[in-house]
């Protein structure tokens, strides 16, 4: 029997939150860095470099749960796949690839084809599979991991590359954003939450943290807006407001299904990469759909002719 006294002390919400917005601000200030450097070789480079990590890092933090939860999946096979799709996506998002310069369209076929040819491929692979008898079951978890994960993600590089737009300033905007509504709701939550939001899920969550991540992340995006909107097509102060009210919610979403997996599979974190957060996938939760949400947002409202 362990000794109490030699027991490591949990720790205070303070001391919790202060290591979450460290790991948070050093990983995302590398990102940035790169990403504003002036040399297209290193922004590039590195972007693409850290982006797959995330995503190949959380697809794997994905499969742990699947399995933990008794889920058969295609693992290897699954991120491969994931690695493909991120180098896919960059080289024709940079126009190394085809002939249209990165076009939107040309992006969204490629993808689209992907998946397609993925899907065959796990249906091959269970064809040969000798031992794995639940071929529906592994053949939806592995696509479901890819989806969630590096095809969501992919957004961010759609995001910093759209053509015509300086899309760095959007992919600031939209982390900045993204993590004002969950530090708003961290800290609202802890000071004055009282009424949970779902609390078979997360325990945590309360309607005031909730509120809070409205008002803090729209109140930062018209901040930015304010000062970086002229770098900005497009950007205004109505579609500032519209996009925090968005973005703070679809946030929160976000980070209660990242919850209802971990629960589903009795793991408290991810994984335990990160200090003070927990797993990749603990990172990415409020970002994976936001990425999209502000892509199709940037495409079809801001530059839409």
């Known amino acids: 029997m362990s000794d109490p006294a030699s027991a490591t002390p949990s720790l205070s919400k303070t001391q919790v939150f202060l290591r979450r917005l460290v790991s948070t601000v050093v990983l995302w200030t590398a990102i940035l860095a790169a990403m504003f450097s002036g040399n297209r070789f290193i922004a590039d480079g590195v972007f693409v ?34 690695g493909l799709l991120m180098v896919g996506t960059f080289l024709h998002v940079t126009g ?78 939209f982390i900045l954003i993204t993590k004002f509504s969950d530090m708003g709701a961290y800290i609202v939550g802890s000071l004055i939450g009282r009424h949970k939001m779902i609390p078979r899920i997360s325990p945590g969550k309360t309607w005031e943290g909730f509120g809070g991540a409205i008002v803090v992340s729209t109140g930062a995006s ?8 002229d770098h900005m097509a497009g950007m205004n102060w109505v579609h500032a407001v519209v996009l925090g009210v968005i973005l703070s919610s679809t946030a929160v979403i976000g980070d ?32 994976l759909f936001n990425a999209p949400i502000m892509y199709l947002y940037l495409r079809h409202v801001l530059t839409n002719p």
């Open 49 to 82: 470099l850290i982006v797959a990590f995330l995503a190949l890092a959380g697809l794997v933090e994905f499969y742990g749960l699947a399995q933990k939860r008794g889920l058969a999946c295609f693992k290897i096979s699954g991120v491969i796949g994931g």
């Open 222 to 229: 018209l901040v930015f807006v304010h000062f970086l909107g």
């Open 96 to 173: 190394h690839l085809g002939t249209a310069n990165g076009s939107p369209a040309r992006v969204n076929d490629f993808e689209t084809s992907f998946l397609i040819l993925f899907v065959l491929g796990l249906c091959v692979r269970q064809f040969v599979s000798r031992s794995n008898t639940l071929g529906i079951q592994a053949i939806s978890t592995t696509l479901f991991g890819l989806m969630y994960v590096p095809w969501l993600l992919n957004f961010i590089q759609k995001i910093n590359f759209f053509p015509g737009v300086e899309g760095k300033y959007f992919l600031l905007y």
């Open 256 to 287: 209660l299904i990242e919850s209802l997996f971990k629960r589903e599979a009795g793991a408290k974190d991810s994984g335990n990469i990160l200090p003070g957060i927990g797993g990749i996938l603990d990172l990415l939760d409020s970002l």
